[in-house]
């Protein structure tokens, strides 16, 4: 079967950027805190898959910038190799490579290949994924084809990336869901990851609202539904404001349950992220529901976001039915 790719590109080393000694593991899955810094003294070696569109590019990127050499596309026969050369080159203190569908009916020994070079390097598998909108509108702004051809539609494509993808997506050490990351933020975390000084409090937390009538997010991690909380939907000055406006605020903010229901939910969360983080959970879905995503959980969402800022961890807020 013929490849569908361009020739494999090659990203030395950026000689300058040299690991510390002393580096030590990080917690969670036991992600090297830098270039090098291993259980075992085995060299690092992090293999990056996942669907197209998702990301690959700029995490290889993000990991030549800490000092990893960095191949993209490399034919899997060709890995055990590489492990092999990255174990016995002392230059070399960490690397990491690109596989993907590109290599076609090659990728079905990627499973057993990768089990195998585990022995011999401290390999790490990274898996990227997004929804399938974020994927599609990816490919509609740059204008590329998707990799498993032009025959079928691009849904159909990532649906059958999905599938193909499948078993190696289950031997991942790490997944990342990269549907509301910008490239800057990606390439931040995977700094933060990865990075020599990584910090533990740099969980990214995503606070979401929405409306039930338009379904529940499904990326949610936890969910909580509002509709409890008295509607002002219902009262004609704020029925076309949202939640984001200080008088509807005010309003919800007025009522005794809304104050308790804030400051228990706070609390459960503050209580909850050092735990995620030490299971290595590197970010965070919270979502926040009411009848139309408008009123009460877009207030909710912006006074958990801030509680959570203050705590000092890193939160965005994001209003996905609030114009609906």
Same mark, same amino acid.
């Given at each position: 079967?013929? !490849?569908?790719? /361009?020739? %494999? *590109? ?6 300058? +950027? @040299? ?117 599609? !509108?990816?490919? /509609?702004? %740059? *204008? ?6 032009? +025959? @079928? ?172």
């Amino acid at each position: 079967m013929p !490849r569908k790719t /361009s020739s %494999t *590109r090659v990203r030395p080393k950026p000689a300058s +950027n @040299k690991p510390n000694p002393g580096d030590e593991v990080a917690g969670g899955k036991g992600v090297p805190s830098g270039p090098g810094a291993t259980h075992s003294g085995k060299r690092d070696l992090v293999v990056i898959t996942g669907l197209s569109g998702s990301g690959k590019g700029s995490v290889l990127r993000a990991l030549e910038d800490l000092g990893f050499y960095s191949v993209d596309n490399l034919p899997v026969e060709l890995i055990p190799k590489f492990a092999e050369l990255t174990h016995d080159n002392p230059s070399i203190q960490a690397a990491a490579l690109v596989v993907d569908v590109r290599e076609g009916e090659g990728l079905k020994r990627f499973p057993k290949v990768f089990s195998s070079i585990r022995k011999s390097v401290n390999a790490r598998l990274i898996f990227l994924e997004a929804d399938n909108e974020a994927i599609v !509108r990816r490919f /509609s702004e %740059t *204008r590329r084809p998707h990799p498993l051809g032009t +025959n @079928k539609s691009i849904t159909r494509s990532i649906l059958s990336e999905r599938a193909q993808l499948a078993p190696i997506r289950a031997m991942a050490d790490l997944t990342i869901n990269t549907s509301k990351f910008t490239v800057h933020e990606l390439r931040e975390f995977i700094g933060e990851r990865f990075g020599s000084q990584r910090d533990e409090s740099k969980i990214m937390i995503y606070v979401t609202s929405f409306g039930y009538r338009n379904g529940v997010p499904p990326d949610s991690d936890l969910v909580f539904d509002v509709r409890f909380l008295p509607n002002p939907n219902y009262i004609p000055r704020f029925k076309n404001l949202t939640g984001r406006h200080p008088k509807v605020a005010r309003y919800i903010q007025s009522f005794p349950q809304t104050v308790e229901f804030v400051q228990r939910i706070s609390d459960l969360l503050i209580y909850l992220l050092p735990h995620y983080i030490q299971e290595g959970k590197s970010y965070l879905t919270i979502a926040f529901g009411c009848t139309g995503g408008q009123h009460r959980s877009v207030m909710m969402a912006e006074q958990i976001r801030n509680y959570l800022v203050q705590a000092g961890f890193k939160a965005k807020v994001n209003h996905r039915d609030i114009v609906k």
